[in-house]
């Protein structure tokens, strides 16, 4: 496991995540796609959100699984909660794109057509 640590454009809203990324997942859906975010998933026992008093916004759409978390002031999406689909464990995805000092290139990709879901 690998600690990285991640946050917003503005820094108002940080975490640290212990996780083992082997690769990231693109979604075309239209959130996702508007947005260009490379996810990871972690257990959400894994993610520590280091500015817990931060003034998270909150984004839900389509069947409103997902809590798409983000910054009020940057209007970026560092991270969002939802439980896995199979087990309903509470999962953690992670916009890899906002780790610290992560050479996201090194990520293979994983396309999921989230538009059809």
């Known amino acids: 496991m690998t600690h990285y640590t991640g946050s917003c454009h503005c820094g108002a809203v940080r975490y640290s995540a212990e996780a083992d990324i082997q690769g990231v997942m693109e979604c075309n859906c239209s959130h996702c796609s508007k947005k260009g975010f490379l996810l990871a998933f972690i257990p959400a026992s ?6 817990p008093d931060a003034p998270l916004s909150e984004y839900r759409f389509n069947k409103m699984h997902i809590a798409h978390k983000f910054c009020p002031t940057c209007g970026v999406e560092a991270f969002a909660h939802a439980k896995h689909p199979v087990t309903g464990v509470d999962t953690v995805a992670l916009n890899v794109r906002c780790l610290k000092d992560v050479d996201i290139s090194r990520f293979p990709v994983k396309q999921v057509d989230g538009a059809s879901l």
């Not at 894994?46 to 500015?51: C, I, N, V």
């Open 46 to 51: 894994d993610f520590t959100l280091e500015t």
